[in-house]
């Protein structure tokens, strides 16, 4: 077995000043050939692969933190700091880098002057390599004291001095008992200096100094100190709300008396950095470094004390789940939790997907579909933080244990019901918890995070599960709101609670196809979004555009036919008249909805909009994105009555090959060719006009199809048409209307949209199948 005294976690400082987790491994001390001297080796326990290979050298100053860390520095901005699972190791580890230095193992920092020997290159003052001569610890000289530390400040080498010359005289318990002496007899202005004095202490960045003044018995004379700040016109009271107002409530006792230790350390020390230490100046930020390393090391040690105690995580599970446990415990417990997960962000990506792969193995999830429905806001809002750090860590946990429940669950019940629930209930004014659900919804949609899945049918099975089980639940309330001819609640929280759901749908379109599609399609839900821009409400009418304007994105002639048959432009051409030219952004959002169907030459729009609203518009002079409408129109219109009069003119067998050849050769292309375009446009027409001779018709199909071969004679049969009106001849070349798709008829949803989907296209230029269906519907020559 392994010896887990030399067991280490390496941790580097990256340029964010935080704390790199390395790897896990086992450190050893000897020399090596290529190196020239004894170095640090760590190889990781997974593979024995290479870790670190660091030279002990001479002058480099090694620091030894909170009995199991050594911290030292390699080359310029480079940190690197060895975690000791066990005391013992890092105590023979010490002894072995002192050995090298020559060093008294005693010692917490093996070099307190290589900087000063680095410093004098940059420092011509010739103080910099000197000793600080402290003052006497006496109340008439803490002015002396005050501007001492303060000039310190200025030299990093002068920093190392005024630290060792602090620790060496035992100087900081000296401070604290002047403290004492200038509260009880209300020296103000001492206690000033104090206050300058403490501060200067920690700028000047010093483990060894702060492990000396967050001790159980100092930290909070420390905190006393800093109360005196001589900007303010009276002290603060930290002290009075550490020990009185801050209360530490546990959840389940904890019996290990050193967690306990370090949970009140870290708490008071993130206070002292947070709230008590006034707001670091830009020259000062990277001074407090160590500071926030303390704080790193220490949450990170919780987490770990906390994971290897078995008991304490089965039984606070145990006791949330517990249908008898007090409302109030249970918040406890909760807010316990949130913050054992917020300390776990100090952990590396591995640690912490075993970490939360612990918490879901002790049914954190159902703990949640609890604890979210509580009717307490503490609660409630605790609850929310914890499923957005496992949502925002790995969304797919989540998602596995939605799909388990999909057999066995009620509706009402399953997790991600619940967190519709809450977040359409939401009563903040401000909808703080439903803003947050809904990013939770977001990242669990989102196709991107699915496809690095393990599991290949997630996308698949999820998507499914939210638009069998969930969507209903997320659109109730606009369809509930959209009932009439304008919204029936315009009060502020009912319009922002909207304003997200059509945000989450507006986000579904444009990720996800053939789901939404059909929901829409068969809910008739885009007609009952545009009813919200009848709204008072600004925002709520561009986020209805925007949603109209995310399916025209997708150019696809499924949702154009469904837009055309609805008339649903009425309702922005309605929005755009009301603003009268306006000059806002509901003016430029709908000129851009319009200007994107002219550019992206839209055709079934185009037209639509034009027949239709033509009239109305042509009065808009202040851009000429209808004007240019109008126009790309009339070019359609004149290439259709240029392409009828060619036909009849040169006959038609010279027009029946180059269809026939456009049909053969470009029956897959997205767009509709300009033959299925005539063949929309004109079908109407087509019912007005006279039937064929038959022996004509006969001899003029004959001509045709020996002009092109047997293959296509095969392929292609020449249909006649009994008509009102002059005789013609339909080819079945021409493309005809898709089935169920008529322009002037609704979609048959449930048939055709699952025939689109698996066809894979969605521009509306159909399918194989389509194409074959409309070749069969068409009627054939005599």
């Known amino acids: 077995m392994t010896d887990t ?7 580097a400082l990256n340029a964010d000043r935080q704390w790199d987790d390395r790897g896990t491994g086992h450190v050893s001390s000897c020399y090596v050939e290529r190196l020239k001297g004894t170095s640090l080796l760590v190889r990781a326990e997974s593979d024995g692969t290479l870790l670190l290979e660091s030279k002990i050298q001479p002058d480099t100053a090694y620091q030894k933190q909170q009995d199991t860390l050594i911290v030292w520095s390699e080359g310029d901005n480079f940190d690197l700091a060895l975690s000791f699972q066990e005391k013992a190791g890092c105590d023979e580890i010490w002894e072995k880098i002192c050995q090298v230095q020559g060093k008294d193992p005693s010692v917490e920092i093996t070099q307190d002057i290589v900087e000063e020997s680095e410093d004098e290159r940059y420092d011509e003052m010739s103080d910099s390599v000197q000793p600080v001569e402290l003052p006497a610890c006496e109340m008439g000289r803490l002015e002396d004291i005050s501007e001492l530390v303060n000039n310190c400040l200025v030299s990093p080498a002068r920093k190392d001095k005024l630290a ?21 007899i209300e020296n103000i202005e001492g206690l000033h200096h104090l206050f ?68 009140h350390q870290t708490y008071r020390v993130q206070y002292i950095q947070d709230i008590v230490l006034p707001t670091p100046t830009v020259f000062e930020d990277n001074l407090l470094s160590t500071l926030s390393s303390f704080i790193f090391f220490n949450k990170v040690e919780i987490v770990k004390l906390i994971e290897e105690d078995e008991r304490f995580l089965t039984d606070l599970f145990k006791l949330l789940m517990d249908d008898k446990t007090p409302d109030v415990k249970r918040r406890d417990l909760v807010l316990f939790l949130k913050e054992f997960c917020n300390f776990s962000q100090n952990l590396q990506p591995q640690d912490k997907d075993a970490f939360y792969k612990t918490l879901v193995s002790l049914g954190i999830l159902p703990a949640l579909e609890i604890t979210l429905s509580i009717d307490d806001q503490k609660t409630k809002t605790a609850s929310i933080d914890i499923l957005t750090y496992i949502v925002e860590f790995s969304p797919s946990v989540v998602r596995d244990y939605t799909l388990q429940q999909a057999n066995n669950t009620e509706e009402e019940q399953m997790l991600l019901n619940i967190v519709i629930e809450q977040m359409l209930r939401d009563r903040d004014p401000e909808l703080g918890g439903a803003v947050q659900l809904m990013g939770v919804l977001r990242i669990l949609l ?22 069998k089980h969930s969507i209903q639940t997320l659109i109730a309330p606009l ?26 749908l507006s986000f579904c379109v444009e990720h996800h196809t053939y789901h939404i599609k059909t929901c829409i399609l068969n809910k008739d839900l885009l007609r009952r ?35 055309i048959k609805g008339n649903l432009f009425s309702p922005v051409i309605d929005a755009f008249l009301r603003n009268n030219g306006r000059y806002n952004l509901l003016d430029s959002a709908i000129l851009e909805l319009f200007e994107f169907i002219k550019l992206e030459d839209i055709k079934s729009l185009c037209s639509h909009v034009v027949e239709n609203y033509g009239k109305i518009l042509e009065d808009v002079e202040y851009v000429q994105t209808f004007k240019a ?54 079908e109407d027409e087509l019912e007005d006009e006279a039937p064929l001779d038959a022996a004509q018709t006969h001899a003029h199909a004959h001509h045709a199809l020996d002009a092109i071969g047997k293959i296509v004679e095969k392929k292609v049969c020449p249909s006649t048409e009994t008509v009102n009106g002059p005789s013609r001849v339909l080819l079945s070349a021409a493309p005809a209307k898709p089935a169920h798709t008529d322009v002037q008829g609704l979609v048959d949803y449930d048939g055709d949209s699952d025939e689109e989907e698996e066809g894979g296209g969605t521009s509306g230029s159909g399918t194989s199948g389509a194409s074959e269906e409309r070749d069969a519907k068409r009627p054939r020559l005599a």
Request: with cysteine.
């Open 5 to 11: 005294r030399r067991r280490v976690k390496l941790y």
């Open 164 to 184: 060792a010359a602090l620790e060496s005289h035992n100087y900081i318990k000296k401070l604290l008992n002047l403290f004492h002496m200038c509260e009880d």
């Open 196 to 263: 300058e004095i403490f501060k200067s202490i920690f700028l000047l960045n010093k483990n060894t100094l702060f492990e000396t003044m967050f001790s159980d018995d100092t930290i909070f004379d420390v905190v006393g100190c800093l109360e005196y700040d001589p900007s303010l016109p009276q002290p603060k009271k930290h002290r009075e709300y550490l020990r009185e107002l801050a209360k530490f409530r546990e959840a389940i006792p904890i019996k290990n008396k050193d967690l306990l230790a370090k949970i």
């Open 446 to 467: 989102d196709p991107e995070s699915m496809l690095a899945s393990v599991n290949k049918s997630e996308k698949a099975d999820f998507l499914n599960f939210f638009y």
């Open 479 to 504: 369809l509930d709101n959209t009932t009439g001819e304008k919204p029936l609640k315009e009060d502020y929280h009912t319009v922002q609670l909207l304003g997200l759901v059509l945000e989450l």
């Open 529 to 563: 979004i545009l009813v919200l821009m009848r709204s008072t409400h600004t925002f709520l009418v561009l986020g209805a555009l925007r949603f109209m304007r995310k399916i025209i994105a997708l150019k696809d002639e499924y949702y154009n036919r469904y837009i």
């Open 629 to 682: 409408l109008k126009t790309r129109y009339d070019q359609h219109q004149d290439k259709l009555k240029e392409r009828d009069r060619v036909s009849g003119s040169v006959g038609v067998a010279e027009a029946v090959v180059p269809s026939l050849l456009r049909t053969r050769y470009r029956r897959e292309a997205r767009q509709p060719d300009d033959e299925e375009e005539m063949w929309f446009n004109d």
